[in-house]
């Protein structure tokens, strides 16, 4: 099992995930991810002054899921969009102090939600 | 905070009774025994005595008793050893096994199948039982072996193994059972399972890591996998580690002595542990046959959470507990044992193993009745409601 492989600061976020639960309006939404691999992840954004004013997460999976998808959050919450956009998986994995090789697929799951959230407030015009 | 283990079917803390009588053959004991002089005498014998109790218990001669690595080594003996002398004296290439085997067995007959053997691997029903009739239809003049597991160590399922064992001697063709999770609970004369070959491994049993043992039925040949000298008639060349060899024994002996007890005892705190879990925590399902279960595995699915998160939250509150779901299986594919049930992978990821032992008390079992719905109900609060 990989939680000894897991650093204290994806522990931290796991234990404790910031921006956690639903939005009534979102502006943008996303849901990526699928039960039959076990991770399901839905992200709500509200955008301001093209800006990511608010975000908050719900997530179904491992430690590792839940920990990125928090450590997202808090990565773009108050960003420009164009900066958020830029955001990569690998950024995420980073931020958490690293990920155990076989658990980087998750941080896939965030950084893909951020992009069609994004997408999803653009299109919506 | 105090620790509550509950994973007994990964592994077992070393009985004191067996650290005892491993201590003299760690320390002043050491000899070679295959050495003439006293030492390798006095480490000789206490092998000969761990092998004569083995076989006492087992219910079978000495000389059918070996000692390897693990419950996987002896597996590899046995399937391996049978199947390359077989095809070595022109009598078949074809092996039957089951779908909920052990990786010890399974990947053992794939790996045979790569090498030119024919494999079937046969379903199971929801509760993971093999069917004695589906055995007997997929026996053919080729058959050199059948192997199924004499009870499963994810879900607990017992295989009906006399009755397996009734039409592999009708046929003609070697059974042989991998007994790792049975060997506290289950009957262990191999008169009465009928089986020509049968693995363990001593840390299942309160016993030390990096022993096995195989019974091998006299008459049976085998090929031998490893060559480097004669020990365990050739099967097993190596020198022997004496201390390893006498903890199995005693450990063993233990496990026989205190079976029924134990069984006893364990399997009611499972059904505490089985009737408290379904009671308190909505859409939470047992894996495995409610009867025909071994004493000490209480294993569910539970909806809309996923087992390696759960796993982490009872890690903090103190309790080990272990899961099938992909995320906690480092090849990021649910348990194949609990797909070949027939549980779709999107119920699989909530897979949770709790194994007791007979160190567990009724206080720890309360314990965890009490604080796992809380995790539960917080891990379904997190995730998106979905649709079905």
């Known amino acids: 099992m990989a939680s000894q492989a897991y650093s204290k600061k994806v522990m931290n976020h796991f234990r404790n995930p910031r921006n956690l639960g639903e939005m009534k309006n979102p502006d943008g939404m996303a849901q990526v991810g699928n039960p039959v691999c076990g991770d399901v992840m839905r992200l709500f954004i509200k955008v301001k002054d093209k800006k990511i004013s608010d975000i908050k997460f719900q997530t179904l999976g491992c430690g590792a899921a839940i920990a990125t998808s928090s450590m997202l959050t808090m990565m773009v919450k108050g960003k420009p969009l164009a900066q958020a956009k830029k955001i990569t998986k690998k950024a995420v994995a980073e931020a958490l102090g690293g990920l155990p090789p076989e658990k980087l697929h998750c941080s896939v799951l965030a950084a893909d939600a951020l992009k069609e959230a994004i997408k999803n407030y653009q299109n919506k015009g | 905070m105090k620790k509550i283990y509950l994973d007994y079917a990964a592994t077992t803390p070393l009985d004191k009774r067996v650290l005892k009588a491993m201590q003299p053959y760690l320390t002043e004991k050491f000899g070679n025994p295959s050495s003439i002089h ?181 008459g049976v040949k085998l090929e031998p996998l490893t060559y480097g000298g004669h020990h365990e008639r050739g099967l097993w060349p190596g020198t022997e580690a004496t201390a390893l060899i006498v903890g199995l024994a005693k450990a063993l002996e233990i496990a026989a002595q205190e079976q029924k007890t134990a069984t006893r005892k364990v399997g009611r705190l499972r059904d505490q542990l089985i009737k408290g879990v379904l009671t308190n925590i909505p859409n939470s399902y047992l894996t495995g046959h409610p009867i025909k279960r071994l004493a000490d595995i209480a294993s569910f699915v539970i909806e809309g959470v996923e087992g390696e998160a759960i796993l982490l939250h009872l890690s903090d509150q103190g309790i080990g507990a272990s899961s099938g779901s992909a995320c906690t299986s480092g090849v990021l594919k649910p348990s194949h044992v609990l797909t070949a049930m027939g549980i779709p992978p999107q119920l699989a990821h909530g897979s949770l193993r709790f194994s007791l032992g007979k160190q567990t008390t009724q206080e720890e079992i309360r314990k965890v009745v009490k604080v796992l719905p809380g995790i539960v109900k917080k891990l379904r609060r997190m995730a998106p409601r979905l649709s079905r």
Not at chain 2, 83 to 95: D, I, P, S, V, Y
Request: charge should be positive; proline fraction near 3%; glycine fraction near 10%.
């Open chain 2, 38 to 218: 006293f030492w390798g005498q006095e480490a000789r014998a206490a092998i000969d005595q761990a092998r004569e109790k083995v076989a006492k218990i087992l219910g079978c001669y000495p000389t059918e008793i070996y000692f390897t690595g693990t419950t996987t080594t002896s597996d590899n003996l046995a399937i391996q050893g049978a199947c390359w002398a077989a095809k070595k004296a022109g009598r078949g290439n074809h092996l039957i096994t089951s779908s909920v085997e052990h990786h010890g067995v399974l990947d053992v007959c794939q790996a045979l199948e790569k090498k030119g053997f024919k494999l079937t691997v046969l379903p199971v029903d929801k509760q993971g039982i093999v069917d004695p009739q589906e055995i007997e239809k997929a026996i053919k003049k080729e058959t050199i072996l059948v192997s199924v597991m004499y009870a499963n160590n994810e879900v607990g399922t017992i295989q009906p193994i006399g009755e397996i064992s009734r039409i592999t001697k009708k046929k003609g063709v070697l059974l042989h059972t991998d007994a790792a999770a049975a060997i506290d609970y289950l009957d262990l004369l191999v008169s009465n399972l009928g089986v020509e070959m049968m693995s363990f491994g001593a840390h299942k049993f309160g016993g030390p890591k990096g022993v096995g043992g195989l019974f091998l039925k006299k």
